[in-house]
DNA sequence: CCGAACCTGTGT
DNA sequence: ACACAGGTTCGG
């Protein structure tokens, strides 16, 4: 369920709940939910900050990392108490983790330095670090992977998930297949900001429900209605009307427009227009004007 | 690098 | 009955 911007919205809706507050106890209802990497003792929640995927409530010397996974949420009202896997025991309140598929994981650690906690170690730079400036095109020519499967290894960048990989290659105008290794240094340029504007567009619009993801106000994101590529399979693309392709990378579903995400260098680009936002206006603006010229006009304007 | 595994549910 | 689902990790 979650990506970089969902797990960024349940850490702002969690910040001004637990902030302050004692964790007293963890009850695990399923025991491989939860994760001791030291004996639990409670601590007092001095900041809650995500890295990657992850969401860490932050001690003096005390971390609990929680990864949501695939149908991972925390609540404060559990919406199926069949699906609650744990719950976080504070002094005046509680969490629920609630998790369908009981893929997410809730970690416990303490006397260890942020960076070097379990998974996050491994993680790669955060999107806005300045380094990736930088490193990012290094990083890419060191690649024989496709850009989808580079995008989506936390290894390279932490966050990225099978929706923002897809929405990302598309406002890139980027075949998904593309070899990373054979991207241009301009073309890595383009493919750093549209990760970010990606990214930047749906924390705003605090994350992509498409089936699960809720935040901890159990509220839905606002990002589905502006999805170009992702789950849009058959559609015809927003800037060229060309019907979406998918196929598999990584063993996940893809989808791309075969005409205008070309692989760079080899064929030359359909627009350059890089506001994608404003091209799906476009696009619902003429629709609508299409659809009152039939009305007046028939099948066959003038 | 690829597929399978981890789980449970939904939709065709 | 079968494919598929927003993620990660393992073995070959």
Redesign the pocket.
């Known amino acids: 369920?979650?990506?970089l911007p969902?797990v960024e919205t349940v850490v702002q809706t969690l910040r001004p709940k637990l902030i302050d507050q004692q964790l007293t106890a963890i009850q695990a209802l399923?025991s491989?939910t939860v994760v001791y990497k030291n004996p639990f003792e409670p601590f007092i929640i001095k900041n809650i900050v995500r890295r990657?995927?992850?969401i860490i409530l932050m001690g003096d010397d005390h971390f609990l990392t929680i990864?949501?996974?695939?149908?991972g949420r925390l609540l404060e009202k559990a919406t199926n108490k069949?699906?609650i896997r744990a719950i976080l025991a504070f002094t005046n309140s509680s969490l629920h983790f609630e998790d369908?598929?009981?893929?997410g994981r809730i970690v416990f650690a303490t006397g260890i330095e942020l960076e070097a906690l379990?998974?996050i170690r491994?993680l790669g730079p955060e999107p806005w670090q300045e380094q990736l400036d930088k490193s990012f095109y290094q990083q890419l020519q060191r690649?024989?992977?496709?850009i989808k499967?580079?995008l989506?290894?936390?290894k390279n960048i932490?966050?990225?998930?099978?929706?923002?990989?897809d929405e990302i290659c598309f406002h890139a105008y980027i075949n998904p297949l593309t070899v990373s290794k054979s991207i241009t240094a301009s073309i890595a340029k383009r493919l750093l900001n549209s990760i970010r504007y990606i990214l930047n567009k749906a924390i705003t619009l605090r994350?992509?429900?498409?089936?699960?993801?809720i935040d901890a106000d159990g509220k839905k994101?606002n990002n589905?209605e502006y999805l170009q590529a992702?789950?849009r399979k058959g559609k015809s693309c927003f800037r060229c009307n060309t019907p979406l392709t998918?196929i598999?990378?990584?063993?996940?579903?893809t989808v791309y427009c075969p005409a205008c995400q070309k692989i760079p260098g080899n064929k030359k680009e359909v627009c350059t227009a890089a506001d994608s936002l404003y091209i799906l206006h476009l696009h619902t603006f003429l629709k609508r004007c299409r659809k009152i010229l039939r009305r007046i006009f028939g099948d066959h304007p003038p």
Not at 158 to 165: E, T, V
Not at 248 to 253: A, E, F, L, P, S
């Open positions: 369920m979650p990506e969902e399923n491989a990657g995927k992850y990864h949501l996974r695939m149908t069949k699906f369908m598929r009981k893929f379990p998974g491994n690649s024989n992977a496709t499967s580079f989506l290894n936390q932490a966050g990225i998930g099978n929706i923002y990989a994350g992509t429900t498409f089936a699960h993801f994101g589905f992702y789950g998918t598999k990378i990584h063993n996940r579903t």
